[in-house]
């Protein structure tokens, strides 16, 4: 099969489409042709071997995992001896939190993935598991908004927020969106009901009294969580230091604020397949590139300034 193989840590550059052998299938295993995939700064943060502290896991000099990739969409090949819910011909989604989905198969235990709604296609599908997943349990998991509160919602025109928008309008939440004056009207066709843009408005001096706080894009500082809620959620980071920094604070002070990494399983990617499916969430996709172009892919994901999701098709 064809894959996007990394042998060492770096750029895009260094990705290369290989001709691999597939691995046997193990058990509780399905095999999955990858019909589309999304690109997400996690998959530049893996290639890169960045942060530095990483590496413990994904390998301290060079890779462990040579195929690169999380998110794909695709239809079930063959399944395991000892797998419960899948059949060939199944359409489904899921997430590889190891890689291996920039390939074309990967094969992948069944509980991490879920069935397609009908009639929404393998791109738009291959956009949701991390993006999803992380505003899915930053909203309910985490944040514990219920209807009726105010949200904040910090990076809202990126993969991350514009579904935490249209999960915290499902709530029932009133949403205020921050992002650049470019996505300001973007924002607002996913529901939020105020937009701050952060070019026109120093978030960092802004007041306010929302119930949650989620910060996607991670420049948010401990006293702007304090300054401007009443509880928060920290899913993006700027640097390492910042991060550190403000987890720190939180250890200090007694102001309730979660840091967290989102986690696959199949219950929650149902739930965004039945959201999607009652069309609560539309997946939002700037840029469509070929399967070869996946290295460009991660190129543009890696400038910060994507408008929903970046997606790879292998239908063209
Ligand atoms: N904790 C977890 O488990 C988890 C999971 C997934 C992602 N993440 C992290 O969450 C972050 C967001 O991920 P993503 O997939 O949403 O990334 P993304 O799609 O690349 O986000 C790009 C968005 O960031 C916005 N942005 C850039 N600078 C900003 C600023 N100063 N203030 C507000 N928004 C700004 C951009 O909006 P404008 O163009 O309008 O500026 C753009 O729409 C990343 O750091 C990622 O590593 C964490």
Redesign the pocket.
């Known amino acids: 099969m064809k894959a996007f193989i990394k042998t060492q840590y770096g750029g895009p550059e260094i990705l290369h489409l290989e001709e691999i052998e597939l691995a046997p299938l193990k058990e509780n295993e399905i095999r999955v042709k990858v019909m589309a995939n999304s690109a997400?700064?996690?998959d530049w943060?893996i290639l890169r071997g960045a942060p530095f502290f990483a590496r413990f896991t994904t390998g301290l000099f060079k890779p462990k995992e040579k195929i690169l990739g999380a998110d794909f969409a695709g239809i079930v090949e063959k399944v395991g001896s000892k797998t419960k819910h899948s059949k060939v011909g199944d359409r489904v989604y899921g997430e590889s939190l190891t890689g291996g989905a920039f390939a074309e198969y990967i094969q992948i235990d069944e509980k991490c993935v879920a069935f397609m709604p009908n009639e929404i296609s393998f791109i738009e599908m291959a956009c949701v598991p991390?993006?999803g997943l992380?505003a899915l349990q930053a909203i309910d998991t985490h944040g514990k908004l219920k209807a009726g509160e105010s949200v904040l919602i910090?990076?809202?025109?990126?993969?991350?927020?514009h579904f935490a928008v249209q999960i915290a309008k499902a709530r029932g939440a009133k949403v205020t969106a921050?992002?650049?004056t470019?996505?300001k009207s973007f924002v607002e066709t996913l529901g939020a009901d105020d937009v701050i843009a952060?070019d026109q408005i120093d978030?960092h001096q802004q007041k306010g009294n929302y119930d949650l706080i989620i910060d996607?894009?991670?420049?948010l500082n401990f006293d702007d969580y304090k300054r401007m809620g009443k509880r928060g959620v920290m899913?993006?980071?700027?640097s390492m230091g910042h991060m550190v920094g403000v987890l720190f604070k939180k250890m200090l002070g007694s102001f309730p604020l979660t840091?967290?990494?989102?986690e696959v399983n199949k219950t929650d990617l149902e739930i965004l397949a039945h959201l999607i499916e009652q069309k609560h969430i539309k997946v939002q996709i700037e840029k469509t590139y070929s399967y070869k172009q996946i290295p460009d892919a991660i190129a543009y994901?890696e400038s910060?300034?994507?408008?929903g999701?970046v997606a790879m098709s292998w239908e063209k």
């Open positions: 997400n700064p996690a943060h991390i993006a992380t910090n990076g809202a025109s990126g993969g991350v927020g921050v992002c650049s470019k996505n952060y978030i996607a894009n991670g420049n899913i993006g980071f700027t840091q967290f990494t989102a994901i910060m300034r994507t408008k999701k």
